[in-house]
């Protein structure tokens, strides 16, 4: 376990995308290993690769990481995304959870009903444009810099980025009243190392469709 790190999950988004953000944003090289049959989990939960059965695992410095918190912990200190410290660390991680709860609504939703989807779409958008996008915009309106902890790149921002790319997915103009969020896009998207992420032919991975919902159902039984 040397050289790049690798990662283990499917051939789609879900909880391994952020990661590959991550990792993208710093700049680091990974490879990837996709499960496509229940036999390639199998495989890892019996020869002891994780920790407690669940993906996405992630071989780095000859250690197997587990858990999406985890692993983004741990590259987020390893690259100096972190915070300078406690108290960054701790607003990092405030906008962080905010992030992950408005993007878990949007991984979601293509695992959800038919009859159910129009509902909690709306209810996406609701969330997005009341509870979180507010939080972030008075962030950048408060201190008046670029970032929004420290005045200096941090996982908070990358996973913002993210979060606004996956609502604009739902809605194109879910930024509308949010001119600060629509110019730390232009600001983030244009980071070289994030902007080569965001090209064509990067390992990020397109919005969820009908044939990664199948091959996850078929893999857990569901």
């Known amino acids: 376990m ?32 996709y499960m496509e049959e229940k ?5 890892l939960q019996k020869d002891g690769s994780l920790l407690f059965q669940q993906v996405p695992m992630v071989e780095i410095d000859g250690m197997k990481l587990v858990q999406t918190r985890a692993i983004m912990n741990y590259i987020a200190t390893k690259y100096n995304l972190c915070g300078k410290d406690l108290k960054e660390r701790a607003l990092i991680d405030m906008y962080v959870e ?8 949007i991984m979601y ?12 779409l709306a209810l ?14 008075k962030a950048l309106k408060d201190h008046g810099q670029d970032y929004l902890v420290g005045n200096k790149l941090s996982w908070a ?14 809605k194109p103009d879910v930024l509308s009243a949010f001119p600060l969020l ?41």
Request: aromatic share 10%.
């Open 109 to 120: 939703l293509p695992f959800q009903p038919a009859d159910t989807k129009e509902k909690n």
């Open 39 to 43: 036999a390639d989990l199998t495989k």
């Open 98 to 105: 905010g992030t992950t709860d408005l993007m878990g609504m």
């Open 124 to 137: 996406i958008i609701e969330r997005a444009t009341t509870r979180y996008f507010p939080v972030y915009e």
């Open 182 to 222: 629509q110019a730390f896009k232009g600001r983030i998207s244009n980071i070289p190392t994030i902007k080569k992420f965001l090209q064509p032919g990067s390992q990020r991975k397109p919005p969820t469709d009908e044939k990664f919902v199948a091959v996850v159902r078929k893999i857990f039984n569901i």
């Open 157 to 170: 921002d990358v996973h913002l980025l993210e979060a606004i790319l996956m609502a604009e997915e739902c």
């Open 2 to 33: 040397s050289g790049k790190p690798k990662l283990h999950y499917f051939n789609g988004r879900g909880r391994m995308e952020p990661i590959r953000w991550l990792l993208a944003a710093a700049g680091v090289e990974f490879e990837e290993s």
